[in-house]
């Protein structure tokens, strides 16, 4: 059921068509992306990772640079609606399960936000993984270029 909410709301975020400048486009990740065990405090600063390519956010980092967007990895629902709330932020591509998807499409409204849901090969919250080419398409139909 979430995820049939969820693809309608990509839906209508597609079809709206509302593009960004690159500078006001935030992408949100999970910290669960991140590898357990991982010391780096990627929360406080993605830079922090060493892209040793244990997780994906290694590749996250280079898709970053690429787009030129802003990324953020969220400690927690709270941290990650405080960011799409910011004043600077037009538009948000975010991943995250579709539970926290659909609560924070719910609680950013009105602003827009495309939603990758992430995949869990060991279980909810544990080294979690994204398809990085779904963000980077979503991150390009967001942009203005
Ligand atoms: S790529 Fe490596 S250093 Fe970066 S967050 Fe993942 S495990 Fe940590």
């Known amino acids: 059921m979430r995820g049939s909410w969820i693809a309608v709301n990509n839906w209508l975020v597609r079809h709206a068509r509302r593009r960004v400048s690159p500078a006001h486009?935030?992408?949100?990740?999970?910290?669960?992306?991140?590898?357990?065990?991982?010391?780096?405090?990627?929360?406080?600063?993605?830079?922090?990772?060493?892209?040793c390519g244990q997780c994906d956010l290694a590749v996250?980092?280079?898709?970053?640079?690429?787009?030129?967007?802003?990324?953020?990895?969220?400690?927690?629902?709270?941290?990650a609606l405080?960011?799409?709330?910011?004043?600077?932020?037009?538009?948000?591509?975010?991943?995250?399960?579709?539970?926290e998807l659909l609560e924070g499409i719910c609680a950013a409204f009105p602003k827009p936000v495309l939603a990758i849901s992430n995949e869990t090969p060991e279980g909810l919250c544990r080294n979690t993984r994204v398809a990085t080419e779904r963000l980077y398409e979503a991150i390009r139909a967001m942009i203005r270029t």
Request: glycine share 10%; aromatic share 2%; with cysteine.
């Open 25 to 51: 486009l935030l992408v949100l990740l999970p910290r669960c992306l991140q590898r357990t065990g991982c010391g780096q405090d990627v929360v406080a600063d993605l830079e922090a990772c060493r892209r």
């Open 60 to 79: 996250l980092i280079r898709l970053r640079a690429e787009t030129g967007v802003r990324f953020h990895v969220a400690g927690g629902g709270r941290a």
């Open 82 to 99: 405080a960011l799409t709330r910011r004043t600077d932020v037009r538009a948000v591509v975010a991943c995250a399960c579709e539970k």
